[in-house]
């Protein structure tokens, strides 16, 4: 009798026991085997921190985070263990990519020949802008080396800059210090220098002559 009833109760279980059903640690439904290496390294890669779960229609917490299973222990420990790694070598990296970046931009304005460093008529470089290439060709680092021209409205007028800029760098010394030369869209940053004069000296001679007020006091 003791064997039959064994054998019932056996029997009951597997009928009530869905078929999804598993023991949990060490085993797994599906994927590899929980506690094994391969279970580890297919977790490895799980951010970290409270994961976001929706409980009577509402999101706890309400903020984005992270859904789905929760890190293994060991790994929280990892974690925990080595904060912030590696999120602050990803935030120094975004900070030197925009250093970077600036630094760039700024050789880039350094060294493009403006409007103003060409003839108005002719379009060929003045005296300004033969200084300027001279600075860029002598001054500048060699990783930032190349000459930007400010692209004009007409294309022949762009082309006569081009060709302008390009025989003055071979002509210098003797076409030793050939660098990389092409067009730019963009505006200048400042004014020319006669322009500035300009405006100074019309602000002086519009000025009025300096008046100072007083008045009179009586002695008797």
């Not at 094994?36 to 984005?64: I, M, T």
């Not at 379009?123 to 001279?134: D, F, K």
């Not at 067009?183 to 400042?190: A, F, H």
């Amino acid at each position: 009798m003791l064997y039959r009833a064994k054998g019932l109760m056996a029997t009951a279980l597997a009928v009530i026991a869905p078929a999804t059903a598993f023991a949990g640690w060490p085993f797994s439904s599906d994927g590899p085997r929980r506690g094994s290496e391969e279970y580890y390294y297919a977790r490895a890669c799980d951010p970290v921190g409270e994961r976001q779960k929706c409980k009577h229609a509402r999101l706890w917490p309400p903020f984005n985070r992270p859904q789905g299973e929760e890190q293994t222990f060991v790994h929280k420990y990892h974690a925990l263990h080595y904060w912030p790694y590696p999120y602050n070598i990803r935030d120094r990296e975004d900070v030197r990519t925009v250093m970077r970046t600036q630094v760039v931009n700024g050789w880039a304005t350094a060294t493009t020949m403006y409007e103003y460093h060409f003839d108005p008529i002719t379009h060929q470089l003045n005296g300004a802008g033969r200084q300027h290439l001279e600075w860029i060709l002598t001054q500048t680092p060699p990783a930032y080396r190349q000459v930007h021209i400010q692209a004009a409205q007409n294309p022949s007028f762009s082309e006569a800059r081009m060709l302008s800029v390009q025989t003055a760098i071979a002509s210098a010394a003797g076409g030793q210090n050939s660098i990389p030369v092409s067009m730019r869209t963009t505006d200048p940053l400042g004014r020319p220098a006669t322009e500035v004069e300009r405006i100074f000296q019309s602000s002086f001679d519009g000025a009025l002559p300096p008046t100072i007020e007083y008045q009179t006091i009586s002695t008797k």
